[in-house]
């Protein structure tokens, strides 16, 4: 079992930047690809950002490429999502997940999910 708990979410104005964290719980996170994902108000929930069990490949929504960045610290069970240049399109709830095997861009893949935090940018 893999319990997952976000942070770093919070207000922001466009241009601007936030980090968030994910810390699991468990003594496996290494074991899994973890990825972030994100739904807005009336929209389903979307991919962001996706990284292996050893950090060594990252894949990201085109909406983001460029702006975020998806890392892991497995010494500390924590990924997280350097997000840059941010934009009001932006604000949605954020939430981490994780998945064993190869990481995946699909909501349907993940096995695991946080409860999300919420990140609102103001134009």
């Known amino acids: 079992q893999v319990q997952l708990v976000e942070s770093g979410g919070g207000l922001v104005q466009a241009g601007g930047s ?6 699991s719980s468990g003594r ?3 074991r899994y690809a973890m990825g972030w994902f994100r739904q807005a108000p009336g929209k389903e929930r979307e991919f ?3 990284i292996t069990w050893s950090g060594g490949n990252t894949y990201y929504a085109d909406s983001v490429k460029g702006r975020f960045t998806i890392s892991r610290d497995n010494g500390k069970n924590t990924v997280y999502l350097q997000m840059n240049s941010l934009k009001p399109e ?4 954020y939430s981490c997940a994780a ?3 190869w990481a995946s ?3 349907y893949d ?4 946080g409860q ?3 990140v609102t940018v103001s134009s």
């Open 28 to 30: 496996t996170f290494s």
């Open 110 to 113: 993940y096995d695991y999910w």
């Open 18 to 23: 936030l980090r968030l964290s994910c810390a």
């Open 90 to 93: 932006d604000t949605a709830v």
């Open 48 to 50: 962001v950002a996706t």
């Open 99 to 101: 998945k064993t095997g």
């Open 116 to 118: 999300g935090t919420q």
């Open 105 to 107: 861009t699909t909501v």
